[in-house]
């Protein structure tokens, strides 16, 4: 299976609520990046957390990384329905300059 | 700064023709662009890794002669796609990396291009 899992593939949320989605991979890396991507549109970058962080904020997003686990999460906290769009992570592995995508979330905020 | 343009932003072509689409890195120069394919509601899948004044480092499975990459200059990269047929349909995204970035490997990617064969 590829690198980069995400869960769930599907979310769906009310306003005003928080939202989670977890990525898992599989090889050592150097960072890890997460991504937004409205429909047929392109990629937004989100934030970025390197090998040695833990944890992460950028407004309203918190992603956490657990490299013994070989997991992250982004949170979204006081979701909007403008947050509509799916969500990928991308992992960057050690020693190669390529980004592997997980298999994204797709998150439904409803007004 | 770090932006990345594609042109075309969309194209409908007749089967059996080529396609080519442009990416250029439009205030930096670029060592290194990849080239993804995402099909609809799936998620990116890396085709070829492409270093300015070599031949491109294609992943397995996808085929170096029907998608031909030529990275020509530190600021554009093309991906042509020979004899294009309607399984080749798909968004096209490229990603460049730029020795400013505050972080090592960081990508910048382009807005896509929607590609449609007929």
């Known amino acids: 299976s590829q690198q980069g899992e995400e869960d769930p593939q599907a979310l769906s949320i009310q306003e005003g609520e928080n939202a989670t989605m977890n990525c898992s991979y599989k090889?050592?890396?150097?960072?890890l990046q997460w991504y937004r991507q409205n429909s047929g549109r392109g990629l937004v970058h989100l934030i970025l957390i390197r090998s040695n962080e833990r944890e992460k904020h950028s407004g309203r997003l918190r992603v956490t990384l657990d490299t013994s686990k070989k997991s992250s999460s982004l949170l979204i906290t006081a979701s909007r329905a403008a947050d509509t769009a799916s969500y990928f992570c991308a992992t960057v592995e050690t020693n190669a300059g390529k980004s592997t995508f997980g298999d994204g979330t797709t998150l439904t905020v409803k007004p | 700064g770090a932006v990345v343009s594609q042109h075309p932003s969309w194209v409908i072509c007749k089967s059996g023709t080529s396609v080519k689409i442009e990416c250029r890195s439009l205030d930096f120069q670029a060592t290194t662009m990849f080239w993804y394919r995402q099909f609809p509601k799936q998620s990116l899948m890396l085709m070829a890794t492409s270093n300015e004044g070599s031949k491109a480092t294609y992943e397995q499975g996808v085929e170096k002669d029907k998608f031909l990459i030529n990275h020509a200059s530190l600021t554009l990269s093309t991906l042509t796609v020979t004899s294009a047929h309607p399984e080749d349909s798909s968004f096209y995204i490229c990603s460049a990396t730029s020795p400013l970035a505050k972080e090592p490997n960081e990508q910048f990617f382009g807005p896509g291009t929607r590609l449609t064969v007929l």
């Open positions: 090889t050592s890396i150097n960072n």
